[in-house]
Nanobody, 125 residues
Framework: QVQLVESGGGSVQGGGSLRLSCAVF?????????MAWFRQAPGKEREGVAF???????TYADSVKGRFTISKDYPKNSLYLQMNSLKPEDTAMYYC??????????????????WGQGTQVTVSS
C-alpha cells in the first residue's frame, strides 16, 4: 500500500514563501506516476492547485500560476510544491495525491486514489 506523507507547512506573512514536500513510501514507483497538490480551506471544496504528469508536464490552477512550482525528486521519492508570493487566500490544508491511471481531469479529487494526511499553510496579511 502506497503512503504519502506531507510536510513543510507553517505560518508565514503575505509575500513570503514555503516549500511543501510529499514523501512516497511503500511503492516508490508511484513517484513516476502523475501526482498533484490540492488544497482545502474551511467551508470550501477541495481544489486542485498543481499537477505533474508522468512525462513531467506541469499544469497549474489560474490562482497560483506564476507563484507556485510543482516538481519531483526521483532519487528521494518526493514531490514538492514551491510557493512564493503567498497571499492570505492561499491559507488552507494542502494535500498531495497520486493514482496509477491518470485518465481523469487533473483538478478533480475523484481522479486520485491515494492521498496524504495534509499539511496546514496559514498566510497572514
Amino acid at each position: 500500500q502506497v503512503q504519502l506523507v506531507e510536510s513543510g507547512g507553517g505560518s508565514v506573512q503575505g509575500g513570503g514563501s514555503l516549500r511543501l514536500s510529499c514523501a512516497v513510501f511503500g511503492h516508490p514507483m508511484f513517484i513516476s506516476y502523475c501526482m498533484a497538490w490540492f488544497r482545502q480551506a474551511p467551508g470550501k471544496e477541495r481544489e486542485g492547485v498543481a499537477f505533474i504528469d508522468s512525462d513531467a508536464t506541469t499544469t497549474y490552477a489560474d490562482s497560483v500560476k506564476g507563484r507556485f512550482t510543482i516538481s519531483k525528486d526521483y532519487p528521494k521519492n518526493s514531490l514538492y510544491l514551491q510557493m512564493n508570493s503567498l497571499k492570505p487566500e492561499d491559507t488552507a490544508m494542502y494535500y498531495c495525491a497520486t493514482t496509477i491511471s491518470c485518465g481523469g481531469k487533473w483538478s478533480l479529487s475523484a481522479t486520485y486514489r491515494y492521498w496524504g494526511q495534509g499539511t496546514q499553510v496559514t498566510v497572514s496579511s
